[in-house]
């Protein structure tokens, strides 16, 4: 199918390797799944969704993985009690801290939410997919920076990159006196922002539970993640997920595999059908998530504050060819001044892999990639040294090796083939080569003084 012939387009802004503002048009996918599909777009076909990771010495294992992985949900009101006879709570920690250091995800239940504050969201979001094109994009203001916020699609970085299956709504619910953002939310349903305000408040008092919780789970002191975030301050977006049925979901992913730049991932979606899959053992494990349960991922921030004693986990979203999906994600950060750094434990010590980063540096690195600053997210996250920098970029945990997501990686390492690091410099150019060897990141430093000297 020819998707120019389709005559709905969202404009969204990226920059290109050049460092220059580009605006694209890329097709609305909800008005292409109404047209009745039998055939996918090319600009859709992910070429090869269950392509091979690129891991150390080790196989490749293609594919997914038929089982599920089970997530015990965790009972956020016996995290909650403080009071005697609190054995509850003692087991419930340690059940917090077995899942979510194995999974990077974990499932809550009777986190306090009514079920009537859910029950409005999903109406006022229904409520507004439910409207035409015309009518949701005039419902909604825009936001003219590369976030894209508002209604749109994110993360186009290039003219030619698949595309996910995906709509999304994007708006900036906190810090209540920021500009950017506000001016997005939709003017219909008409108590849109009401509810959805309502519902983030809520989530973000589960959220500040979840992070005293997480810090008892590590045997650090309670608030040593909390005292990151401020009320008036801290950052939260909310970005609703439309997915609808899709004609190839063999060849079409709902969301490009990612970890979340959040501290914390707040998660809701209607129904029990579940497109979520977590990488797990080199394979992609499908999440099941019962209806009526909320779902939290730990984001990359959380990963640095933890000094990695807890990791942002590798997720996608696969479509369906039957099925229409919604879902909530609501981002817990800190405040964009803060700044954070690995927790000192009680015996004085943390992971000094992590440096000290600014949180809103970190988010923007992470979502404007650009050869032309020399600030990029990677940068922040994993590892203090050039070389381990992009040892991180070509590891299993973080690049996911068909061609799509290297064309994405690819502005990245051009930055450090400028760099006076002659390391750095020549594995960059190596990758950008596809000369570099499968089980380079596991070498000694002086096997890779011979890509030097052959460079």
Not at 49 to 58: E, I, Q
Not at 137 to 151: A, F, H, K, L, W
Not at 369 to 390: H, R, Y
Request: proline letters at 7%; hydrophobic letters at 40%.
């Amino acid at each position: 199918m020819d998707i120019k012939q389709n005559g709905y387009f969202h404009e969204t802004k990226f920059i290109d390797r050049n460092g220059h503002l580009r605006t694209t048009r890329v097709p609305v996918v909800q008005e292409l799944a109404l047209k009745g599909l039998k055939d996918l777009p090319k600009r859709f076909i992910s070429l090869n969704p269950d392509g091979p990771l690129l891991v150390p010495t080790s196989c490749v294992q293609d594919g997914s993985d038929s089982s599920e992985t089970l997530l015990p949900p965790i009972d956020v009101a016996k995290l909650r009690y403080h009071g005697l006879g609190s054995e509850g709570r003692t087991q419930e920690l340690a059940r917090l801290a077995g899942v979510v250091k194995e999974m990077g995800m974990f499932l809550i239940v009777n986190h306090g939410i009514e079920c009537c504050v859910l029950e409005d969201v999903k109406d006022v979001v229904k409520g507004f997919f439910g409207l035409s094109f015309e009518e949701k994009r005039e419902s909604v203001g825009t936001y003219m920076d590369v976030d894209n916020m508002g209604y749109g699609r994110n993360f186009v970085k290039s003219e030619d990159q698949p595309l996910d299956w995906i709509d999304r709504l994007t708006m900036k619910a906190a810090p209540k006196d920021a500009t950017d953002g506000l001016l997005v939310w939709p003017q219909k349903p008409p108590n849109f922002r009401q509810v959805m305000e309502k519902y983030v408040e809520e989530a973000r008092k589960v959220c500040n539970d979840l992070l005293v919780a997480l810090a008892e789970a590590l045997s650090l002191k309670n608030h040593a993640f909390l005292q990151n975030f401020d009320h008036k301050k801290s950052e939260i977006n909310v970005r609703v997920n439309y997915y609808p049925p899709c004609p190839r979901p063999d060849l079409a992913l709902g969301l490009t595999p990612h970890t979340d730049a959040s501290a914390l991932t707040f998660l809701m979606q209607f129904g029990s059908t579940s497109g979520l899959q977590v990488l797990r053992d080199l394979k992609w494990v499908p999440v099941p998530w019962p209806a009526d349960v909320l779902l939290v991922s730990v984001g990359d921030l959380l990963e640095i504050m933890s000094g990695g004693r807890l990791k942002s986990p590798w997720h996608r979203v696969v479509t369906q060819m039957d099925v229409e999906r919604l879902s909530i994600s609501l981002f817990y950060n800190p405040p964009a001044q803060a700044e954070i750094e690995p927790v000192v434990d009680g015996y004085g010590s943390s992971n000094e892999g992590y440096k000290k980063v600014v949180v809103g540096e970190y988010l923007k690195n992470y979502y404007k990639i650009s050869p032309t600053i020399d600030k990029q997210a990677i940068k922040f996250a994993k590892e203090v040294s050039m070389v381990g920098n992009l040892q991180s970029m070509v590891s299993a945990r973080l690049i996911v090796m068909w061609p799509p997501r290297r064309a994405l990686i690819r502005p990245r390492l051009q930055l450090f083939c400028g760099t006076a690091n002659k390391v750095a410099h020549w594995v960059a150019k190596a990758f950008l080569q596809d000369q570099l060897p499968l089980d380079w990141v596991s070498c000694p430093h002086p096997a890779l003084a011979s890509l030097i000297d052959t460079s």
